[in-house]
Antibody, heavy 119, light 106 residues
């Protein structure tokens, strides 16, 4: 069965960077893109960007341009999201999700990774 | 920029029908997807491409999309349907989520 397993919770200081991993299994990793979505405490879902697991092409939300980098390692079927220059309002649960086969929706999600930014 | 508008909250009596709307300019011309999120859990896809249910999602969940409004309909609402629901579209460049609707089953 399809599974996306994310790395554990992180606590970072303002100005630092964080890198979250998302290990996929149960499907051909290079056949579907991975998107990243975050959710601040008590807030809604915010799309961060996506990466093609086939060729590494990326598309980032304008708000995060310059601070976020998404990559994949096809040898381990793992996607990564790095966010730099962290601020307190980056405190959120970060999710990876697999793109569906019939459109731009997300049919499987990771369990989420809590990133706390605090001095 | 394109925006998706959802009511903050919807209430439904146990066993009745709940309808959650997602408004957007000419949203009927694009595909809308719906997610259910329970507290402390990751979102779950419940409807994709307006009307399609992933395997494992009960037939009680259905969707429609026309004009400026997409609708998620939950028939015979159960206590377990209490959750936040989000609509989502692909805007040719970016992914957009609605603000979310909290469904309360009374």
């Amino acid at each position: 069965q399809v599974q996306l397993v994310q790395s554990g919770a992180e606590v970072k200081k303002p100005g630092a960077s964080v890198k979250v991993s998302c290990k996929a299994s149960g499907y051909t990793f290079t056949s579907y893109g991975i998107t990243w979505v975050r959710q601040a405490p008590g807030q809604g879902l915010e799309w961060m960007g996506w990466i093609s697991a086939y060729n590494g092409n990326t598309n980032y939300a304008q708000k995060l341009q310059g601070r976020v980098t998404m990559t994949t390692d096809t040898s381990t079927s793992t996607a990564y999201m790095e966010l730099r220059s962290l601020r307190s309002d980056d405190t959120a649960v970060y999710y990876c999700a697999k793109r569906g086969s019939a459109g731009f929706y997300f049919d499987y999600w990771g369990q989420g990774t809590l990133v706390t930014v605090s001095s | 920029s394109y925006e998706l508008t959802q009511p903050l909250s919807v209430s439904v009596a146990l066993g009745q029908t709940a309808r959650i709307t997602c408004g957007g300019n000419n949203i009927g011309s694009t595909n809308v997807h719906w997610y259910q999120q329970k507290p402390g859990q990751a979102p779950v896809l419940v409807i994709y491409r307006d009307t399609n249910r992933p395997s494992g999602i009960p037939e009680r969940f259905s969707g429609s999309n026309s004009g400026n409004t997409a609708t998620l309909t939950i028939s015979r609402a159960q206590a377990g349907d209490e959750a936040d629901y989000y609509c989502q579209v692909w805007d040719s460049i970016t992914v957009l989520f609605g603000g979310g609707t909290k469904l309360t089953v009374l």
